[in-house]
Nanobody, 123 residues
Framework: QVQLVESGGGLVQAGGSLRLSCACI??????????MGWFRQAPGKEREFVGG???????YYRDSVKGRFTISRDNSKNTVDLQMNTLKPEDTAVYYC???????????????WGQGTQVTVSS
C-alpha cells in the first residue's frame, strides 16, 4: 500500500556527512498525513529507531544522533530526508525509512518500509 524508496547511501570517512532521501512513490493516502521514521540495522543487531518527523514537522531523535542528524520533509515532493553529519563508525548500518500514523520506536506501528540503503563509515 505504501511504497518507499531510499537513496543516498554510500561510503564516507568518520567525521564526514551524507544525506539520505526517502521518496513515497505510492500510498493509500496523501503523504502529508504520514509520520515518517528512520531506522537502521547493523550486522548482527536488531533494527533500531534513529528518529522521525511528524505530520506537523516536529522531530524526535535517539540520543546518540542528537545534534548530528536532522530529519526534514517536503510534502510537495513526497520526500523525507535524513541529513547525517559528523558520522561515526558506529553509524554504519542499512538505513530504512518507514511511514506510520505517529513517530514511534516500535517497528510494528509503521505501515510501509523502504528497501534500505547502506551507509558505511570508515575509521
Amino acid at each position: 500500500q505504501v511504497q518507499l524508496v531510499e537513496s543516498g547511501g554510500g561510503l564516507v570517512q568518520a567525521g564526514g556527512s551524507l544525506r539520505l532521501s526517502c521518496a513515497c512513490i505510492a500510498s493509500g493516502r496523501t503523504f502529508s498525513t504520514y509520520a515518517m521514521g528512520w531506522f537502521r540495522q547493523a550486522p548482527g543487531k536488531e533494527r533500531e529507531f534513529v528518529g522521525g518527523i511528524n505530520r506537523s514537522g516536529g522531530t524526535y531523535y535517539r540520543d546518540s544522533v542528537k545534534g548530528r542528524f536532522t530529519i526534514s520533509r517536503d510534502n510537495s515532493k513526497n520526500t523525507v530526508d535524513l541529513q547525517m553529519n559528523t558520522l561515526k563508525p558506529e553509524d554504519t548500518a542499512v538505513y530504512y525509512c518507514a511511514a506510520g500514523r505517529d513517530i514511534d520506536s516500535d517497528l510494528g506501528l509503521y505501515d510501509g518500509w523502504g528497501q534500505g540503503t547502506q551507509v558505511t563509515v570508515s575509521s
